[in-house]
């Protein structure tokens, strides 16, 4: 079973607006990663928050780490076409040495 | 750098056919691992190598195989391929920790088997 799920599964919005994603975890993990993944190519690391860590930026970028709940979020601010992606988030449950991905969050800018 | 390179970009296989899939990558890293990609799925991992020598399997090893003979290269083998082996493969590779630490993706290869 998958060790994160994001939601939700897809997600239009118009630009300018933020967008937020979230992603739910099952075991205890060392990190967690988010990414993103425009139609037909590869994946591309956005941020790593590590499980000491409770928020974390990258310019647009705003990710939160609760491990109480077991649960992170990503924020975009003032979203642009250019976001319309989909965002995987993945952790490394902890004894395991893989990472392991969400099912991901479609992500749609309307211009 | 080129980073992480795959080939073929696309290929076309006959049910029972075998092939390998390239995955090579120039940043002297230890850690790679291979996903497969499907439609609603997400990644889900096939089998990862920790340095040369050293293989593991993932979450859906099976009809995949896999060796690590040199730090740059990391082939997955299919043996006899399936139609439910049709997806998008990608391999990835990290260094330091591995695992825990930021995987840099090749662009993928595209498999459909008939």
């Known amino acids: 079973s998958q060790q994160g799920e994001e939601d939700p599964q897809a997600l239009s919005i118009q630009e300018g607006e933020n967008a937020t994603m979230n992603c739910s975890y099952k075991?205890?993990?060392?990190?967690l990663q988010w990414y993103r993944q425009n139609s037909g190519r590869g994946l591309v690391h956005l941020i790593l928050?590590?499980?000491?860590?409770r928020e974390k930026h990258s310019g647009r970028l705003r990710v939160t780490l609760d491990t109480s709940k077991k649960s992170s979020s990503l924020l975009i601010t003032a979203s642009r076409a250019a976001d319309t992606a989909s965002y995987f988030c993945a952790t490394d449950a902890r004894g395991a040495q893989k990472l392991v991905f969400g099912q991901g969050t479609r992500l749609t800018i309307n211009p | 750098n080129a980073g992480v390179t795959q080939t073929p970009k696309f290929q076309v296989l006959k049910t029972g056919q075998s092939m390998t899939l390239q995955c090579a990558q120039d940043m002297n890293h230890e850690y790679m691992s291979w996903y497969r990609q499907d439609p609603g799925m997400g990644l889900r991992l096939i089998h990862y190598s920790v340095g040369a020598g050293i293989t593991d399997q993932g979450e859906v090893p099976n009809g995949y195989n896999v060796s690590r003979s040199t730090t740059e290269d990391f082939p997955l083998r299919l043996l006899s391929a399936a139609p439910s082996q049709t997806s998008v493969y990608f391999c990835?590779?990290?260094?330091?920790?591995?695992?825990?630490?930021?995987?840099?993706f090749g662009p993928g290869t595209r498999l459909l088997v008939l």
């Open positions: 990835a590779s990290s260094d330091l920790q591995g695992y825990q630490e930021t995987q840099y």
């Open positions: 928050i590590r499980s000491n860590e």
């Open positions: 075991t205890s993990i060392n990190n």
